[in-house]
């Protein structure tokens, strides 16, 4: 009998769709994916060469689990200068992907039945991540434009509430959380002694307002904030499995350690590509921000001739779209009849909207436009 805890497990619904769309691509069938959350440009050259020089090097043995120093010296400064977060080299961890840095958190800080706020809709790893810390998801029902405030937190406040999980820009709404309102949730955190985990593997790709980092308001919230950030979604490197934290040095020292009994450090190759990443040049990256602003915009344009209502995304690379009927139906037919693989809402804790990801070629974003609207006429 497999465990309690594995049997209350969800696999990730948009893996599942994935690969819905390519068991239908293996049987022929001209599928346009547009479900995955990962850029389609491939790792900047320079990157890539700084992972050749170190393979090249030997640098091919374990490395000190948190990562190596002068990793963790340039994240550190990252942090300094993008986020005005002051993180010692030591107060920063680097691990398997933005993932394994959210899993670790939630193991370090949560007990039984304490309770983790989880503003919807929501990326469904946080919510299996608790479940695996054997904690309580309480989910914080967002309404359009899905912009969270201090405000909608407070109904679900109790004694056992332990984490506020922040995720801005957000996965699947593009949606940002305003500055005023940041300042307000740090209040209420620091005032209940609550602590903020805040994934912002998006801050990159915004569309007008800049990002800012909470653990920067102050003092006394940078002491309850544990950052999360990663290599995959700016640098296009989903596939290096480079994340990393930032936070109190005991939260991360036994982050760490946690690690150093499950995967130790992450790829010693793909550290030092990492290095690269923050040191040379950032011209890729304005390329490729560049590329999706464009996409954005013709999505925008092209969904304003349909009857679908959206939002339009102030950052990441997702539309969420209410569907006309149900959202479950309406993906798997859509998928079905005209072989355009979309992500129901149910994958994200809010039935009757479907996320479209626009990290996809104009092509396929233009092809896969066409189907969807040609689909609504007669649904
Ligand atoms: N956080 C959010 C909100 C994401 O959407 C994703 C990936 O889809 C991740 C984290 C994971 O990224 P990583 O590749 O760093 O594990």
Redesign the pocket.
């Known amino acids: 009998m497999l465990s309690k805890r594995i049997r209350a497990l969800s696999p990730s619904p948009t893996l599942a769709f994935d690969k819905q769309a390519k068991e239908l691509q293996q049987k022929g069938h001209p599928v346009i994916n547009l479900t995955l959350?990962e850029p389609d440009f491939t790792t900047p050259q320079h990157i890539c060469n700084a992972a050749i020089e170190a393979l090249q090097k030997g640098e091919t043995h374990y490395t000190l689990t948190a990562g190596i120093l002068p990793l963790r010296e340039k994240i550190a400064g990252k942090f300094l200068k993008e986020n005005k977060i002051n993180y010692s080299a030591s107060e920063i961890v680097v691990g398997v992907?933005?993932?394994?840095l959210?899993y670790n958190a939630f193991q370090v800080l949560l007990d039984e039945n304490d309770e983790v706020l989880i503003p919807t809709p929501t990326?469904s790893?946080y919510v299996e991540q608790v479940k695996l810390a054997e904690a309580k998801p309480v989910l914080v029902p967002l309404k359009e434009p899905f912009k969270l405030k201090a405000a909608d937190l407070e109904p679900y406040l109790s004694p056992k509430t332990k984490i506020i999980l922040l995720?801005s820009p957000s996965?699947p709404t593009g949606a940002m959380i305003e500055q005023d309102e940041l300042i307000k949730i740090a209040q209420l955190a620091i005032d209940k002694g609550i602590y903020i985990i805040s994934?912002e593997?998006?801050e990159k790709l915004t569309w007008g307002n800049e990002h800012v980092s909470i653990a920067s308001l102050n003092e006394d919230i940078r002491k309850l904030t544990i950052t999360i950030n990663?290599f995959?979604?700016s640098y296009a490197m989903?596939g290096w499995?480079i994340?990393y934290a930032g936070g109190p040095q005991k939260i991360i020292t036994a982050m760490s350690n946690l690690q150093s009994q499950t995967t130790s450090n992450t790829s010693s190759i793909g550290q030092f590509a990492a290095v690269a990443a923050l040191t040379g040049t950032q011209q890729p990256l304005e390329r490729m921000k560049n590329e999706f602003s464009k996409r954005r915009s013709f999505v925008i344009h092209e969904l304003e001739k349909t009857r679908l209502a959206f939002t339009e995304p102030e950052g990441a690379f997702y539309f969420f779209i209410k569907t006309p009927t149900n959202s479950k139906d309406w993906c798997n037919t859509l998928l079905q009849e005209q072989f355009v693989a979309v992500v129901p809402g149910e994958a994200f804790c809010t039935p009757g909207y479907f996320r479209m990801s626009y990290a996809s070629s104009m092509e396929n974003l233009e092809e896969g436009l066409r189907r969807i609207k040609q689909f609504i006429t007669h649904y």
């Open positions: 959350g992907g933005s993932k394994q959210l990326w790893t995720n996965n994934d593997i998006y990663g995959s979604k989903t499995r994340g």
